[in-house]
């Protein structure tokens, strides 16, 4: 495992960040997704090198290593990430969020546009009020309606069994989570390097509680801070069309509202299928850049 680094943020939190492939390589922020840490990454242990990439993920707050932020938004874990690239001495950079991930990657391209040089979301999340509960596996479908008929105290206490499971026992949780996935995700999920990487970053995700998952997912399901109109640089789009976390009739209806440059439909794939385009994926933010 590569070094943890941190960096200081106002009222002393401090965001922690790990590289992997080549420090002197293409810069590259990865932003992982819900729940998630600074493990997740490829299962490739290879592909960043071959790449020439020099890529980085970092704690969204409340994870891993970094501080709980009581007050997090989308646009807050933004500035998070700008203070890393800042940390790194990156003036540009490509920048890819996946699932949970993806709102925060289109904030970072809302806030710094000037640095984004490419932007990516492979099965980025979408806004809450685009989706169709029903297009949902069990889990995110109960989640949405607590927060929408409930409120944030319910959906914490809805969450709070499956994160004291992923603390002990993340592979469990993540069968758990996925049970009424569509098949082809659950084979993905078998695959002992997919499996590896999910399982690990899992684990370091609840290291310190379970607090970052609960802020991250009650910020996913609110408004995000900006309109997807004001992202101004143009986004790739990579998206399974049987994925039930994130279903592709609300990915449509956000990516008629932003500037997009490419938009994939990965056929026969859920919410996991796009690791079957890593490589391509990964190679067309990088040579946009």
């Given at each position: 495992m590569p070094e943890t680094r941190t960096v200081e943020r106002p009222?002393?939190?401090v965001v922690a960040y790990a590289s992997w492939g080549d420090p002197g390589g293409r810069p590259l922020l990865l932003v992982h997704g819900t729940p998630g840490s600074r493990l997740s990454r490829s299962p490739d242990p290879e592909l960043y090198a071959r790449l020439d990439a020099h890529a980085v993920t970092f704690d969204r707050p409340g994870y891993g290593q970094s501080?709980?932020?009581?007050?997090r938004t989308i646009l807050s874990v933004a500035d998070d990430a700008l203070a890393v690239a800042d940390a790194l001495g990156w003036d540009g950079f490509a920048v890819l969020g996946v699932?949970?991930?993806g709102p925060h990657a289109l904030a970072l391209g809302m806030r710094a546009p000037e640095r984004v040089r490419a932007l990516?979301?492979?099965v980025g999340g979408v806004p809450s009020d685009f989706i169709d509960p029903d297009d949902l596996i069990e889990i995110n479908r109960e989640g949405l309606r607590r927060v929408r008929e409930e409120g944030r105290e319910s959906l914490e206490a809805f969450?709070?069994?499956?994160?004291?499971?992923?603390a002990s026992d993340p592979g469990g949780m993540l069968d758990a989570a996925m049970a009424d996935a569509p098949p082809v995700d659950l084979e993905m999920l078998a695959r002992p390097d997919v499996r590896t990487t999910i399982v690990e970053s899992l684990r370091e995700a609840f290291?310190?509680?379970p607090q970052g998952w609960f802020d991250d997912a009650y910020a996913l399901t609110m408004p995000w801070g900006f309109e997807l109109g004001d992202v101004s640089p143009s986004v790739h789009m990579w998206y399974g069309e049987a994925d039930r976390n994130v279903p592709?009739?609300?990915?449509?209806?956000m990516a008629s509202q932003l500037r997009v440059e490419s938009f994939e439909i990965l056929p026969g794939v859920g919410h996991m299928g796009w690791l079957l385009h890593e490589e391509r994926v990964l190679r067309t933010l990088l040579d946009a850049d």
């Open positions: 009222g002393g939190r501080s709980v932020h009581p007050e699932s949970g991930g990516g979301l492979a969450l709070a069994e499956p994160a004291a499971k992923a290291v310190n509680g592709i009739k609300a990915v449509q209806k």
